[in-house]
């Protein structure tokens, strides 16, 4: 379940819990149940203060344990994490505390320290975890408050949890409504029967959502507890929890559908887009610190930005000239050796006349590495921007993988040998680095 500011109302809490009460359990192994209890009656406040520091030194030691590190939430806090932050609530909160020394007292004066005898350690662990699941609840209802705005109290966080309980158990119910006819029609509060072929009941089509699960159903099914299961429902019990929930369908559905609209409002935070959103951020991150360095240091492996555009206005008709006469000198170009090299690398024959007549010669890249072969020029490519990217021309793809040639291929396209075709390419990147530096980085076609 999830609802704003809260942190400890999903799938993670039963493994905080757990290790809330395996490192509690660990920080009071060293001392005798005397001094436990002559502690906690003496002076709780300093037998806090002692709790806390020794579980939290404990909890540091096991950090890389797999409870530890596992996910607690789907906002990516750690077990770890949630159950620290639950750890140094305690010490702000002395009440929680005091009425856990209360109940420890009170067990041993009735029954005397039954930790001491076997199996008493889970009597005392299960008074931790009641004391954490209490303080979860009124953590989570401030947080809850401080982002809504909207009055919370713990008995209502667990109330919202209740909730969605109920809507979990009338989901499964509506999914297997065949075997469960009988509670389904209470729920609805009509006959539902099963022969074969008939269609399911329109409102097990509907429901979809937690949002458009209804609060007469809620309360239905409560009702039908205990004549399908033996156990009364949640509604029917004399709990004061509920008190304001009974009989009241229409409270019960808008706090369905503030359950639904708050999860399908922070769904986005399981999508793996989120992962790309982050690599687009530094991306631009990078591509800021490029541009706001004046003086790029050697063996940097990144372009200079291209020219500005008054700079290419400027050249734009002699620019036009250089084109067509560049074009006509690489289509001349266009040597039977070139077709045979390509062709020994699984390339198109006229794979290096195509990629020249695909450059944008205009380009401050293209200009500054004119010097060097078109294999040079597309290995510089290669090192800076990787095997493919958007700017490639598509000629230049090998069609057989998608991306730029590797850097065997393109030495045989050169005719060199590989380490080389290193060297022209490290020194096609120092003249680009060397260079002036304009405002534009990426048009390279």
Not at 164 to 178: E, P
Not at 195 to 219: D, F, M, N, T, Y
């Amino acid at each position: 379940m999830r609802l704003p500011g809260t942190r400890y109302q999903e799938h993670g809490w039963e493994q905080v819990r757990k290790l809330l009460g395996q490192c509690s359990l660990q920080a009071f192994a060293a001392n005798p149940a005397s001094d436990l209890l002559a502690a906690l009656a003496s002076d709780p406040a300093a037998c806090l203060d002692q709790y806390v520091e020794r579980t939290a030194a404990i909890m540091h030691a096991g950090a890389r344990n797999a409870r530890a590190a596992a996910p607690g939430n789907s906002y990516g806090d750690s077990v770890l994490e949630l159950a620290m932050g639950l750890l140094y609530e305690l010490r702000e909160r002395h009440g929680d505390w005091l009425a856990f020394a209360a109940a420890v007292a009170h067990d041993a004066a009735r029954l005397g320290p039954a930790w001491r005898q076997g199996g008493g350690e889970a009597i005392l662990r299960k008074k931790f975890n009641d004391m954490y699941a209490v303080l979860r609840d009124k953590v989570d209802a401030d947080n809850y408050m401080a982002a809504c705005g909207a009055a919370c109290s713990a008995n209502r966080m667990y109330a919202y949890r209740m909730l969605d309980t109920a809507y979990a158990d009338i989901a499964r119910l509506f999914d297997s409504w065949r075997e469960f006819p009988e509670q389904v029609g209470a729920i609805l509060g009509r006959p539902v029967g099963r022969p074969v072929g008939a269609a399911a009941p329109i409102e097990v089509r509907q429901l979809k959502s937690i949002g458009q699960c209804r609060g007469a159903w809620v309360i239905a099914w409560s009702d039908s507890r205990e004549a399908f299961t033996g156990a009364p429902g949640p509604l029917n019990t004399r709990s004061k929890r509920f008190a304001s929930l009974k009989n009241q369908p229409e409270k019960i559905s808008a706090m369905l559908r503030e359950i639904g609209d708050y999860e399908e409002l922070s769904a986005n935070c399981d999508s793996a887009w989120a992962h790309d959103a982050h690599d687009a951020g530094e991306w631009l991150s990078e591509l800021a610190r490029v541009l706001e360095a004046p003086d790029i240091p050697a063996g940097d492996d990144r372009l200079l930005p291209a020219p500005a555009a008054d700079e290419l206005e400027d050249r734009e008709d002699k620019d036009d000239d250089d084109d067509i006469e560049n074009t006509a000198a690489n289509s001349a170009s266009h040597s039977a050796a070139e077709q045979q090299a390509a062709g020994a690398v699984s390339l198109p024959p006229s794979y290096l006349a195509m990629a020249r007549l695909a450059e944008h010669t205009a380009s401050w890249s293209a200009r500054t590495m004119a010097p060097w072969s078109m294999p040079v020029r597309l290995a510089v490519y290669l090192k800076l921007l990787g095997g493919y990217d958007d700017c490639y021309p598509a000629e230049w793809l090998d069609p057989a993988t998608g991306e730029l040639p590797n850097m065997q291929q393109l030495a045989v396209l050169d005719g060199l040998s590989l380490p080389t075709l290193r060297k022209r390419r490290d020194a096609a990147i120092a003249a680009l680095q060397g260079a002036e530096a304009p405002s534009n980085t990426r048009s390279v076609k």
